[in-house]
């Protein structure tokens, strides 16, 4: 899977975003890992937008089932 390095930055942000909110300290559903690997699939499925790829990271954590959200 090879990434530019703009979506790279936005992987990296949205991850970031996710790993600092209180939401994912409070509910860890899901490992930091789980939700890279998940921002990752979902970058792989051509999302690219930071706000969904946020989102969906979080209805992981939520154990809501996530579909590729990518248009």
Do not use: C, Y
């Not at 936005?10 to 975003?17: F, G, I, K, T, Y």
């Not at 559903?29 to 890279?36: G, Q, R, V, Y």
């Amino acid at each position: 899977m090879n990434h530019d390095p703009t979506t790279i930055a936005v992987l990296r942000r949205a991850l970031d975003e996710v790993l600092l909110d209180a939401r994912f300290r409070r509910n860890r559903s899901a490992s930091a890992l789980e939700i890279a690997e998940h921002i990752l699939a979902q970058a792989a499925a051509g999302e690219r937008d930071l706000e969904r790829l946020k989102s969906s990271a979080f209805s992981k954590l939520r154990g809501e089932r996530v579909q590729n959200q990518a248009a």
